[in-house]
């Protein structure tokens, strides 16, 4: 029955609160209707409007028993659920491609008001006008003409993304959980005074339960903002609200720091209050998908991973990187600028420095579609402390990552090699490849592997002093012959599905065997091992050293750049692929040995591959570590090898496998190419995509959030067929390209790139080079004091 049709009972709750409340200080409800208290008497106030009519237009006479939110014993609650989209209106993303007014434009714009342009905008529905407005509305702010596209991205679009998405983010959470009835008030206003009328605290809280009296703050991103947290403090120590809890809902992960401060506000609560879980928070995770129909010529559109630069690409992805600082100093001041003005927690997680862009890595391309390019998606981390250790660098690692793209489709994979070896100065990688950031990439990460190679032998680590003891003994001394050791691709584990392929993994190993050189190093060989003593020395090797330098390899932060170009590969041999059964828009850049669209970048344009080997080659006459090993001697170590990326070996897993150890991630992929922070599951982990040419349905699966709540809150809620060369076909001879081997039955695919092994290619010259060089180490005896 309607509370209405109570109306003796209602009243008489309604007078049994308000005396209850005038006695204790003369707090007002304004958000039940009926309520008189005088408010110029009153020390605190509150003031709402109740949620149910707010958000979801209607009337529920009571408050059910399945609204609210979790509870348990620890203030810190997490629903178990995968997140969730809601949608939010951004049509003013839409002209995002506005360059700064040209001085007929600001005159045009300055001849009305921002009111008038507004009204012929919304008169006319017209771009041009919209775009006066916009034009109107900077100049008004007296700008240099120079700020303007800063003003646009960082206070334009982010005003509007504060209104719409934290609205939206609201009315989410009223319908999820059920805040309807006469208990629930939503954008409530507290006030606190002194005596003498003296303003000490005012402070905004997104709904609040009149019943259990306890104040909600929804954040979307998860971040409490410290001035509101200084409010809590004043409020929660009034007389007339030392009583009320509070609550911090997080739309996505809560911060480390967050959880510590509202730890501590719940602490000294429940010390002084005698009563547990004061504070609590509660987590739910959300993807926020905002509207935007682009309107070409007005909308902006970037080309990283786009095969036309007349086509582009938008989206989130886009988005965060233009977003990115380039430098820690300026991601601290940018961070700071951000927090003050998101004043309803819609910055993404962590704000513009909550992703750690060293680990951006291509991890989904679409099919790539004649005249509109190709979707994508990039996956990173987050940084595990944004406000004093900010994200920075995101257009270098997304450059590398596209311009890698399109070297390996522009490149015949038989250039895909470097090599370090002191007797070949002048094989060191092919020149078309040293003209781009992917050769680049692979050298230094070749010169990385030798220092790492040696580093991991030190005697004064654990697993040195193991090696140097388990190698074979010439006279005493450990021996072990000279080496080669290269880094090359493991199969990566893909997953070809809903017309793209997944990059789940892509692996790289270390291979190492025996091999001498004829350029000396700065002292005496140790031993000279005979072919028992060369075999013993390697299995040591290979099972101590390799698996550790590995490991390294794929893990830590300076192989970064490596693993990058890695995953670009893959997805740049499955393009080749999709281009060998239907011309695509990629079909005049794949072997075309054409790379000047993606030369060396600043600051790294004047890099010289020559430079580099010289640094090699000093480190390996004139030695770089000196090791005290057990013979008593000081030896120094030097290693030559190689990068070999000619082949791109990758085995698709079954759509089981991918849903039992993926699970979302294909829901998650589509996701992340329309919202602007989306979340993979309970992770640290973030996905950042983008559509080909920008589509205009930018929905991501966000559900209406008006209408009836859900029933119980307590559960988770044509490219053309011509002809077109095989992928990886070698360039510089007649050789055909062996056919791949038919699908395994299981759904395997054949190793990409070239089939016949490079090392194997006669006609090759280069090919002897790919791994190339030797491991050579020396000692220098020490010389006795007397004689």
């Not at 060191?428 to 950031?437: L, Y």
């Not at 290979?542 to 890695?566: C, F, H, S, W």
Request: charged share 25%; with cysteine; glycine share 10%.
């Amino acid at each position: 029955m309607s509370s209405l049709t109570r109306p003796t009972r209602r009243w008489r709750l309604i007078g049994r609160l308000t005396a209850a409340f005038g006695a204790a200080g003369a707090l007002t409800l304004t958000g039940l209707p009926g309520v008189g208290v005088d408010s110029a008497q009153a020390a605190t106030t509150i003031k709402g409007q109740r949620c149910d009519q707010k958000w979801l237009k209607k009337t529920y006479g009571s408050t059910p028993s399945t609204s609210g939110f979790p509870a348990g014993a620890d203030p810190y609650q997490k629903w178990a659920g995968n997140p969730k989209n809601y949608n939010f209106p951004l049509q003013g993303k839409a002209f995002d491609g506005l360059n700064a007014p040209t001085r007929a434009e600001a005159q045009k714009a300055g001849s009305k008001t921002v009111d008038q342009w507004k009204k012929q905008a919304a008169a006319s529905g017209a771009p041009a006008d919209k775009a006066m407005e916009i034009y109107a509305r900077f100049l008004s702010t007296g700008r240099p003409v120079a700020e303007f596209t800063n003003w646009f991205d960082k206070i334009y679009i982010r005003n509007e993304i504060n209104n719409h998405k934290g609205s939206a983010f609201e009315q989410r959470v009223v319908k999820d959980f059920n805040l309807i009835g006469p208990d629930w008030l939503c954008e409530v206003k507290v006030e606190v005074r002194d005596a003498n009328g003296k303003l000490l605290a005012t402070r905004k809280y997104d709904a609040y339960n009149q019943r259990i009296k306890e104040f909600n703050e929804f954040k979307s991103n998860g971040t409490h903002r410290p001035d509101q947290l200084a409010a809590d403090k004043i409020i929660a120590r009034q007389p007339e609200t030392k009583d009320h809890t509070f609550r911090m809902v997080g739309g996505k992960k809560v911060p480390k720091n967050t959880i510590d401060k509202l730890r501590e506000f719940n602490d000294e609560l429940s010390r002084e209050r005698g009563k547990p879980n004061q504070v609590r928070i509660f987590e739910r995770q959300y993807n926020g998908v905002p509207q935007t129909k682009p309107i070409r010529g007005y909308s902006r559109y970037d080309t990283w991973f786009s095969p036309d630069p007349a086509q582009g690409t938008r989206g989130p992805a886009n988005d965060r990187v233009r977003d990115s600082a380039p430098t820690p100093e300026d991601a601290r001041r940018q961070q700071g600028a951000a927090r003050r003005i998101d004043t309803r927690g819609t910055l993404p997680r962590g704000g513009p420095g909550g992703i750690d862009f060293s680990t951006l890595e291509l991890r989904y391309v679409g099919a790539p579609v004649k005249g509109k390019g190709m979707a994508y998606s990039m996956k990173a981390d987050y940084v595990p402390d944004p406000d004093n250790a900010p994200g920075w660098g995101g257009e270098a690692t997304m450059n590398l990552a596209s311009d890698s793209f399109f070297t390996w489709l522009a490149l015949t994979p038989e250039k895909f090699w470097v090599n370090l070896n002191p007797d070949e100065p002048d094989r060191i990688m092919d020149s078309a490849f040293a003209a781009t950031d992917a050769g680049r990439v692979l050298l230094e990460a070749d010169l990385r592997m030798k220092h790492d190679f040696y580093k991991a032998m030190d005697p004064k680590t654990d697993l040195g002093k193991r090696y140097w003891a388990a190698l074979p003994k010439e006279g005493g001394r450990p021996c072990m012959p000279g080496l080669r050791n290269w880094i090359e691709p493991k199969p990566a584990q893909v997953r070809e599905q809903d017309g793209g392929i997944y990059i789940l993994d892509a692996p790289l190993a270390l291979k190492s065997t025996a091999q001498t050189t004829v350029t000396p190093g700065p002292g005496e060989p140790i031993c000279t091992p005979d072919a028992a003593q060369t075999k013993a020395a390697q299995a040591v090797i290979d099972g101590m050293i390799v698996p550790a330098v590995e490991k390294t390899i794929n893990t830590a932060p300076q192989y970064a750049d490596l693993r990058r170009v890695y995953t670009s590969r893959v997805a740049a041999e499955w393009i080749r692929q999709q281009d060998a059964t239907g011309a695509t828009d990629f079909r005049k850049i794949i072997n075309s040995n054409d790379v000047k669209r993606w030369p060396l970048r600043a600051p790294h344009q004047n890099w010289d591959r020559n430079e580099l080997f010289k640094k090699y080659r000093k480190i390996y006459t004139e030695g770089e570590f000196q090791y005290e090993v057990p013979a008593g001697g000081t030896t120094q170590i030097y290693i030559v090898g190689g990068v070999d990326f000619s082949k791109s070996p990758k085995r698709n897993i079954s759509r089981t496998r991918f849903t039992v150890e993926n699970p979302t991630l294909d829901q998650t992929t589509k996701t992340s190419m329309k919202a602007d922070d989306t979340s993979y599951r309970d992770t640290d982990t973030t996905y950042l995509g983008a559509d080909a040419g920008g589509t205009e349905d930018t929905g991501g699966g966000g559900d209406d959030p008006s209408g009836s709540p859900e029933p119980s809150p307590s559960k988770p809620g044509g490219g053309s067929h011509t002809p077109a060369p095989g992928p990886s076909t070698p360039g510089g001879g007649d050789h055909a390209t062996p056919a791949p081997p038919a699908h395994d039955p299981d759904g395997n695919l054949a190793d990409t790139g070239s089939n016949v092994p490079v090392g194997l290619i006669a006609w090759l010259a280069a090919a002897l080079a790919v791994a190339g060089g030797a491991l050579v180490w020396w000692i220098r005896r020490r010389r006795a004091a007397a004689g």
